[in-house]
């Protein structure tokens, strides 16, 4: 089992409409979840953090966490073609030095 | 959010040269940095971990001769890829890390192209 797993893309929602991108994983002591935009040839963009269960807004984006189930997920509203890139889902225990732990991403197509 | 630079964008070299990667964080300081390099259409691949004032830990499987890490300051990382070869030829991309009352996050830097010759 790899330790991050996010749903299979690639992942298509036409202009508008709500895309959601989940991610499960495997080590219970992770307490920082990140969810990260990368668009093709550049480096990865912080969209949100979460360390505690429920849910985070900003602006279009809301990150759900919910570690009894040991799954984190994140909703894009009204979804733009700006928002195509590759999602990454990334997780790390609060401790000195801790690193990311990375999904192999989600590829999402906003259609115009 | 907190803001990571790189220096320099892109770089090509000749075989066997050297080419140092500079990482700084611009607005906060960054005790723990971290080393990736991306192939493409793969996934980040974390090369070291970098602590200031101490030695960078290596992945398994990076040499750490090759690929000399130096975090002198609370602000800046440098990698420095000795002898370089084409298949060294990557997209590498540094982290640094913030810790927060409630958390911690990592930023990205914009992130280095490398072109072996």
């Known amino acids: 089992q790899k330790e991050v797993e996010q749903n299979s893309g690639p992942l298509s929602v036409p202009e508008g409409a709500i895309a959601s991108l989940n991610c499960t994983y495997s080590?219970?002591?992770?307490?920082?979840f990140f969810w990260y935009r990368q668009y093709s040839g550049k480096s990865p963009e912080l969209i949100m953090s979460?360390?505690?269960?429920g849910d985070k807004e900003d602006g279009r984006f809301t990150a759900q966490l919910n570690k009894a189930s040991q799954y984190v997920s994140l909703l894009i509203r009204d979804s733009q073609p700006s928002d195509s890139a590759t999602y990454l889902c990334?997780?790390?225990?609060?401790?000195?030095?801790?690193?990311?732990?990375f999904g192999e991403g989600t590829q999402l197509t906003v259609n115009p | 959010g907190a803001v990571v630079s790189q220096h320099p964008s892109w770089v090509i070299c000749k075989s066997g040269t050297s080419v140092k990667i500079e990482c700084r964080s611009l607005?906060?300081?960054?005790?723990?940095m971290f080393w990736y390099r991306q192939f493409p259409k793969q996934s980040l691949m974390l090369m070291a971990t970098?602590?200031?004032?101490?030695?960078?830990?290596?992945e398994q499987g990076v040499e750490k001769d090759k690929f000399l890490i130096n975090h002198a300051s609370l602000t800046l990382s440098t990698l420095t890829v000795t002898s370089a070869h084409p298949e060294d030829s990557s997209f590498y991309i540094c982290s640094a890390r913030e810790l927060l009352a409630g958390g911690e996050t990592q930023y990205f830097g914009p992130g280095t192209r490398l072109l072996v010759l």
């Open positions: 080590d219970r002591v992770s307490q920082s």
């Open positions: 970098s602590n200031e004032g101490s030695k960078a830990t290596y």
């Open positions: 990334a997780v790390a225990p609060y401790d000195s030095g801790s690193r990311l732990t």
């Open positions: 607005d906060f300081q960054a005790t723990t």
């Open positions: 979460i360390y505690s269960n």
